[in-house]
């Protein structure tokens, strides 16, 4: 057989002999067998000769079986997943890689060809080919790679094609974001995403593609586009000296992006803001933009746009974290140097997400680099931390070891103070990950964390409460336009409590609460217009409410163990991002989700209509192991919509509709880790909210100055709450002392952001207001009559400046004012004596304010010098923490003495705190 490679066929004029030309019929029969194999089976059987370079068949494996078949049949399932196509006239077949033969040329050949397509509009239901001319070559160009792309099909009329792809960093072959990629001389230009990825819609010929970015070498590639392709490029290093390096990404993606109410902070954001003790906290600086609060220092979890803590879904690579902090939210509990980025949704949330009312806090650990062994490590006043990048296999896979503890207790005992020096409060934290890319298409990441934490403030309990989840993500590139991501989670959460106290009532308590899931989306570019997000989720809780057993055998205590609680909750989601032009964009898309709580438990039913009580108990029913106790569901909403006024100026609004499975029970003011969750149950229904917002978006300069305003307004039913003097510890009940009302929270965001030059940083106010109603027609499930009342976290006015001024490269300072009003609390109003005793009354709840809370911190930072060829690179930081020393009240209780009721304040941080901390790169 005759095989050379075929450099230029010339246009054949016979197509009428090759249309009456009979072919033969083929039986053949072939298993994981080379294209060339099949091509030489087909040569002995028939009286066709082939003529091909086999370079072009990449060792592909294919199968089949025919009888009595065409030859193009055979030939089309052959070169089915190629880009080959072939040719055939008199008993000669000529294959052909990406383009095919005409055997007629347009009627309107005779009009002007063009270099790079032939802009003529068909005349015949044919595929216009492609014409390269020679004139007017570009040297330049000379020896650049001609890359050809897609198949051929004389069928497709279109005169543009989609081609995608990855950018990488050819080292590390970590994914590059913010990537240029021009196509020069037609005025088309994309940027990568977050994981490299890029789509560009490109007419088809030839297409000069210019790929660049700061630290990397440019490359560029001729394009030879027939259809629909991929093409990944891989960028070397490149290292210049520069005066200026301005890293500008995706610049106008806060005017563009169709979602609104986000935000976005990078890992090393938090590195110049100075915080308490010295610690990095990515959670802290979330903090300081519109919308985002605590109750206070030492305050647990977050409130976002009027929301309780417990309202808001926290991932780590796609597993939850039901407590991301350290010691009272003083510190996060996740490791600095292993977290990448943290992006929280709390306007338009996507319906891939769902189970929380207020907000997602998305929260990504960074990748290691497969080549090169990596390090960080930092030392502070209270805790040490570290982490390391191991390649595993080269260019392949590579583990990520992180882990950080405090040595607190040593400084508790060195006090001279006898209270604190018997306290104890310590924590640690550790992390890896892995990951592995399998092939072009297809990569493996998993996820293991840990946290503990063990505190006792008095001598007689000891607390301890700790976080273990695990994760595992596969991505797979299904073909060019469809991406698909599988996600497997495992989640638990428990704390513990220990008293030894000098009566006879010694005893232990433990709750836990374990999640385990799988949630698979995939992306469909169904075009340029329109871009889907589908799939479906579901996850299995199991909660241990509490069990309290007494500790030695002198103890007076009770065994009391609840009822385990077991539910699912499932949702399928389907999304559209929707570009009906260039200024105007939709994300239309829905979420159905449910939830059904199953036994083993008894369950108490209650008379309609009237208060849950002991008395009103009307049947308790017995549920089987995972038998049906009630199941919820519901139908959200989600829209968003984008409008471009000016290129430098968009509005934008959304509508929100969310459900919510589960609550945390707990009748304190502030967050507590000692909080324990509660499922929806048949007598606790679950939360819902709809979310109104609005806002107008302007870049300045470019983006170097970013000013947005945002007004929501949100409506929530069955929030729950509890009566007053409610007893919610082991409480087999629990549903007696819980109360469903309604919430209303609106308010409106500002921020002015500048991203660029030797002062940069934001500034974020916002004003808001949070209420909460519990009304009934049975006086003993009101509260303040039934009206509307601030909830514990409503705070109307929130005011957060953040500064970094570069001096030089080396040294700059930091700043960060934060002012807040003071939290709603409920106060004594007076005291009277009935039949002997003394009685307490009280205002109306949270109807006071205790004082407003402001602090200031200053922070000086070095970094070493910047010589490439060092064996570590070296960062100081020197903070001072409330600089005012400002006596900020953490909260406020009172006492009665001798009949008299007598108020105090405590604080956490009440005068100013220096820290020196101590960074290195290696």
Known sequence: MKKFTIIVLILIFCNKASSQEKENLISLDFNSSSIEEVLNKIESVSE???????????????????????????????????????????????????????????????????DSISKLKPKVNLQNPVFISKKNKDIENDFVETIRIGKSNLND?????????????????????????????????????????????????????????????????RVLLFNDGNLNFNLLEDVEELDEIVLDGEQDQNLEETLMGTSEVDSEESKNIPLVLGERNILKVATTLPGITTAGEGATGFNVRGGKTDQNLILLDNAVIYNPSHFFGIFQALNPFTTKSLKVYKGSIPSEFGGRLSSVFDIKSKESNVNDFKGEASIGPITNNIAVEIPVIKDKSSLMLGGRSTYSDWVLKSLNDDNLSKSKANFYDLIGKYNYKINDNNDLKATAYYSKDVFSITSDSLYSYNNTLFSLSWDNKINSKNLGSLSLFNTNYGFNIDYEGETNNDFTFDYGIRETGFKYKIIYLYNNKHKFNYGITSKLYNV???????????????????????????????ADDFEVNNKLMFNLGVRYSTFTALGRNTTRVYREGEPKSDETVEEEINFGNNEKVKTYGGIETRIAARYLLKNNLSIKGSYNKMYQYIHTLSNNT???????????????????????????????????????????YKLSKNVPDFKTGAQLNLNENIETEIL??????????????????????????????????????????????????????????????????????????????TYQTGRPVTYPTGNFTYQGSNYTTYSERNKFRIPDYYRLDLSFNVEGNHKLKKIGHS?????????????????????TDNGEVKAYKSSIFSIPIPTITYNIKF
Request: no cysteine; glycine share 8%.
């Open 48 to 114: 066709y000769n082939f003529y091909f370079s086999n370079k072009w068949f990449l060792n592909l494996k294919i199968s089949g079986k025919f009888s009595d078949a065409n030859l193009t049949t055979v030939l089309d399932k052959i070169f089915e997943n190629t880009d080959l196509n072939y040719f055939i006239i008199n008993k000669n077949v000529y294959v052909l890689q990406n383009r095919v033969i005409y055997n007629k040329l347009p009627s309107s050949f005779d009009e002007p060809i063009y």
């Open 157 to 221: 009329l279109r005169d543009k094609f989609i081609l995608t792809g990855y950018v990488k960093q050819h080292s590390s072959k970590l994914p590059l974001a913010d990537v240029t990629i021009y196509v020069k001389n037609k005025n088309i230009g994309v940027s990568t995403n977050s994981k490299g990825y890029y789509k560009l819609e490109l007419p088809k010929g030839i297409n000069l593609i210019e790929v660049s970015s700061i630290g990397v070498k440019k490359q560029v590639k």
């Open 544 to 574: 241990t409410p509490g069990n309290k057993q007494p500790i030695g055998e002198d103890s007076d205590v009770e065994t009391v163990s609840l009822d385990k609680e077991k539910g699912v909750e499932s949702a399928i989601f389907l």
């Open 670 to 712: 502030t967050g507590s880790p000692i909080d324990t969750w509660k499922l929806s149950d048949y007598n606790i229904k679950p939360q819902k909210a709809e979310q109104f917002t609005l806002g107008l978006y302007k870049n300045i300069d470019g983006n170097d100055y970013e000013i947005s305003l945002e007004g929501y």
């Open 740 to 817: 469903q009302g309604k919430g209303k929270a609106y308010g409106v965001e500002f921020l002015v952001r500048k991203n660029s030059g030797d002062v940069n940083g934001w500034l974020s106010y916002t004003y808001s207001k949070s209420l909460i109603q519990l009304n009934s027609k049975y006086p003993e499930e009101q509260v303040n009559g039934g009206d509307y009342f601030p909830a514990n976290y409503d705070k109307p006015n929130n005011f957060n400046l953040v500064s970094n001024y570069k001096v030089t490269r080396r040294f700059s300072f930091s700043g960060n004012f």
């Open 875 to 895: 960062f100081w930081n020197i903070s001072i923490y409330n600089v005012l020393g400002r006596n900020n009240p953490y909260s406020v209780y009172f006492v």
